[in-house]
């Protein structure tokens, strides 16, 4: 939906939407770069492997406790004047981390990296209702989430090619200003809203609720002007669902992609870095195309949403149970069903922000957005540092072994545990409040039903 006008014409919207993406694909790929340098990471600045985890922690933390401020400012100053300025930080810190060689420093850099990394997702997010018709949302927003990731790619292949090959600092630095540049393209390209129409612009849209196709009254959502109200955000059941769908879907990706999966396919799984690269790169490639059919699926069957979330959970652990059960490496397509599996979690997460979109009046979009993306950082960050945590504990010399990495990822089943809790119970409380609106969400066995009968009847 467009809180603001009519859809523009879709050549200028994709370049608006495509500078905010590139923005947040240069972000990605800072995110991840030390996930594919941990190991050089460790040997620079002489730490352990819970040390190491603490970059990533580090970052992490501040990404997530930026995400509500960051929502908050970008309700106020829109996507464009956030997103060239996120890039800058980025750049900031990317360039003190490819020069210094000491851990507070190279800690302190990660937290410029964090800071400039929490802009660039949520304010894209922001543009795409501004600029394009309610249809394409949820499929733009499965887009934005996909191609970012392949923030990855630049990662794995041409940043640690350029890695080993030219060493640290030239790398860092390649980054830093790879983030220079998309800031002045952000800058020149990327704008809040179009133009304002000359006719009076029309009142919101009716707000369609979780998990139903029909629409109820704009009375759902106050008709006043509303400036972003951090409570009544937090006071709405589908916030809470869209933060625990972040919170169950996003960590095991985060975990594997930012910093362990690199070592658990080269120390635990005995694959060389080309070839653990090349399955991080299979799984941003699937992403391409999970996400365009994960937004389809959420625009034509909006009841059943959560269905995808919880269908990616249990695809996610299913494969890991199938890689971490056996004691000795396993095959190439296992490891490749693994990846997908955690593509379809990343998917999944997405669904996430259209639970905010959906609930939320525009003028408090960014904050929701930001509530829903701290969900899936603070499950990131628990699992990262409890990777970590075990992996010191089995092995302090960090000479890691299969057995070891078993140990380590099998304390992910935690942060599991207590995403689905509270997802089930958001989703529960979601719907009682749609059911006091008359919205009523049928079961799944009366769907069934329902089609068994008109496929008889046709």
Do not use: C
Request: glycine share 10%; no cysteine.
């Amino acid at each position: 939906m467009s809180p603001f006008r009519d859809p523009a014409p879709p050549r200028l919207a994709f370049a608006v939407w495509g500078a905010g993406l590139a923005a947040y694909v240069v972000a990605v790929t800072g995110r991840t770069s030390l996930g594919v340098a941990g190991l050089q990471a460790a040997d620079r600045f002489e730490i352990s492997a819970a040390t190491l985890s603490l970059f990533s922690v580090v970052q992490l933390a501040v990404y997530a406790a930026a995400q509500i401020p960051v929502g908050l400012l970008l309700d106020r100053i829109g996507s464009r004047r956030l997103i060239a300025a996120g890039a800058m930080v980025l750049a900031a810190g990317q360039l003190m981390l490819a020069v210094v060689d000491t851990l507070p420093m190279a800690l302190a850099a990660r937290v410029l990296v964090g800071v400039g990394d929490a802009t660039a997702f949520v304010s894209v997010l922001r543009l795409v209702p501004a600029w394009f018709p309610s249809r394409r949302v949820p499929v733009l927003t499965q887009m934005t989430g996909i191609i970012g990731s392949t923030g990855q790619i630049i990662s794995a292949v041409p940043f640690m090619a350029g890695l080993l090959r030219f060493g640290w600092t030239p790398a860092f630095v390649s980054l830093a200003a790879l983030g220079v540049f998309m800031g002045i393209v952000a800058a020149i390209v990327v704008r809040d809203r179009p133009p304002a129409p000359a006719a009076p612009t029309p009142a919101p849209e009716a707000v369609q609720p979780v998990g139903t196709g029909a629409e109820v009254p704009p009375a759902a959502v106050p008709a006043r002007r509303e400036k972003a109200s951090l409570r009544a955000v937090m006071g709405e059941p589908g916030t809470w669902l869209g933060f625990f769908t972040h919170f169950v879907s996003l960590f095991p990706t985060n975990t594997f992609v930012l910093l362990w999966g690199v070592p658990f396919l080269t120390a635990g799984q005995g694959r060389s870095a080309q070839e653990a690269a090349a399955l991080l790169t299979v799984s941003a490639l699937a992403g391409v195309v999970m996400g365009p059919v994960a937004g389809e699926l959420q625009a034509r069957h909006p009841l059943r949403r959560s269905w995808l979330v919880l269908g990616a959970t249990a695809f996610a652990i299913a494969a890991w149970t199938m890689v971490l059960v056996p004691t000795t490496p396993r095959p190439t397509w296992q490891l490749v069903v693994l990846v997908l599996a955690l593509t379809s979690t990343a998917t999944a997460s997405n669904v996430g922000f259209d639970f905010a979109r959906t609930f939320v009046p525009p003028a408090r979009l960014g904050t929701a957005t930001g509530v829903v993306n701290v969900g899936g950082f603070v499950a990131s960050l628990a699992s990262i540092y409890l990777v970590g945590f075990v992996l010191d504990l089995v092995r302090p010399d960090g000479h890691y072994v299969l057995a070891d990495f078993r140990a380590a990822f099998a304390v992910q089943a935690v942060v599991w545990i207590v995403g689905l809790t509270g997802l089930l119970t958001a989703r529960h409380a979601t719907r009682r409040r749609m059911a006091e609106g008359g919205v009523v969400v049928p079961p799944v066995r009366e769907v069934i039903a329902r089609m068994r009968n008109h496929h008889r009847e046709g």
